[in-house]
């Protein structure tokens, strides 16, 4: 991994500390597209971003089970979009 700069080493070493923050963060993005708090989802979707360097296959993988699940969910709230695409 390389890092440029002051910012990415901080977040390289809270990664190497806290393996489980990637976990807590889809964790959160779940719990904040429950809960209907759209500026938190954001947050989480930023944080989860900035972080990705340090992701596991598997934690990619339930990242896009979350994201495809609300992509779905709107969509199926808006009939005239997904007609629209189908």
Same mark, same amino acid.
């Given at each position: 991994?390389? $890092?440029?700069?002051?910012?990415? &080493?901080? =977040?390289? #070493?809270?990664?190497?500390?806290?393996?489980?923050?990637?976990?807590?963060? $889809?964790?959160? &993005?779940?719990?904040?597209?429950?809960?209907?708090?759209?500026?938190?989802? @954001?947050?989480?979707?930023?944080?989860? /971003?900035? +972080? #990705?360097?340090?992701?596991? /296959?598997?934690?990619?993988?339930? =990242?896009?089970?979350? +994201?495809?699940?609300?992509?779905?969910?709107?969509?199926? @709230? $808006?009939? /005239?979009?997904?007609?629209?695409?189908?």
């Amino acid at each position: 991994m390389v $890092i440029t700069s002051p910012k990415r &080493l901080g =977040y390289a #070493r809270f990664l190497q500390d806290n393996p489980e923050a990637l976990d807590w963060t $889809i964790q959160s &993005l779940v719990l904040a597209h429950q809960s209907r708090h759209d500026g938190d989802f @954001k947050r989480c979707l930023a944080l989860f /971003e900035t +972080l #990705r360097e340090g992701v596991t /296959e598997e934690q990619a993988r339930r =990242y896009h089970e979350v +994201l495809t699940e609300c992509l779905g969910q709107v969509v199926l @709230k $808006i009939p /005239e979009l997904a007609q629209a695409c189908g």
